[in-house]
């Protein structure tokens, strides 16, 4: 969440469409959306393709042709398009709409594995082994848990849905409240005078705040840790009663 809302571009995306009124707003999370699944098929398609080019010497100046064309995009770069649907739809406080759609981008990522090969699912484990081992920051989830988890707490605070029963225990998880200013303000919270040198923001010049949950990444010594099923868990009790 954090490096979506460091892009001048999302937030004018977010702005704008936050100001049309309501069916406008839906139409155009529908075709943000149908943008976002066609890049993720496309991107994924082109990146098995690009993993079996680099795998046949043969054909590697094939792999280099095509990787040229797909520059730095790719199944897992492309993803994150489908955060800024996702943001209006909480926004707008589409809950059933949301979930829908965190559900459908599961479907799609299990429908891929279920008719791929064994040798492509070989290749793109061993693509993922080599760039966590080159760049561990740089491999994300596709649904990243602590994204998730803030888009349907954002949801259910614009709602006004009551999450009593959800037995979510705040006190262990951590919060970061993020100052939405407008898109084309003089700063954002990360531009490097703010980010570093000291610069304060108002919140009563930002368009809104956001708070960004995240689940602790370290175990420690008599605090609470929750580990992917802990997180599933919490993630969809809160699914289950947005979609009521």
Do not use: C
Request: net charge negative.
């Amino acid at each position: 969440m954090q490096r979506m809302f460091s892009n001048r571009g999302v937030l004018k995306i977010f702005q704008e469409v936050k100001a049309l009124p309501r069916e406008e707003a839906l139409d155009r999370i529908g075709e943000f959306w149908e943008i976002a699944v066609n890049d993720f098929v496309t991107t994924s398609e082109t990146g098995m393709l690009l993993l079996r080019l680099r795998a046949d010497p043969a054909k590697y100046e094939e792999y280099k042709k095509l990787a040229a064309e797909m520059g730095n995009r790719g199944a897992i770069g492309g993803s994150s398009m489908f955060y800024v649907p996702m943001l209006l739809a909480a926004h707008l406080g589409e809950n059933t709409l949301l979930v829908n759609q965190m559900d459908e981008i599961q479907r799609i990522m299990d429908e891929g594995r279920e008719q791929a090969s064994e040798s492509d699912l070989m290749l793109a484990r061993e693509s993922m082994e080599r760039a966590q081992r080159e760049s561990p920051d740089s491999i994300r989830p596709l649904l990243e848990a602590n994204a998730v988890f803030s888009l349907l707490m954002y949801a259910a605070q614009q709602a006004g849905v009551d999450l009593s029963e959800a037995g979510i225990p705040f006190d262990a998880i951590e919060q970061e409240v993020i100052l939405l200013v407008p898109w084309d303000a003089e700063w954002t919270p990360y531009d490097y005078p703010v980010h570093r040198g000291g610069v304060q923001l108002d919140p009563k010049d930002a368009d809104e705040q956001f708070t960004v949950y995240s689940f602790p990444r370290f175990q420690r010594p008599r605090e609470r840790f929750f580990d992917d099923e802990g997180q599933k868990g919490i993630i969809n009790t809160l699914k289950e009663i947005l979609s009521r």
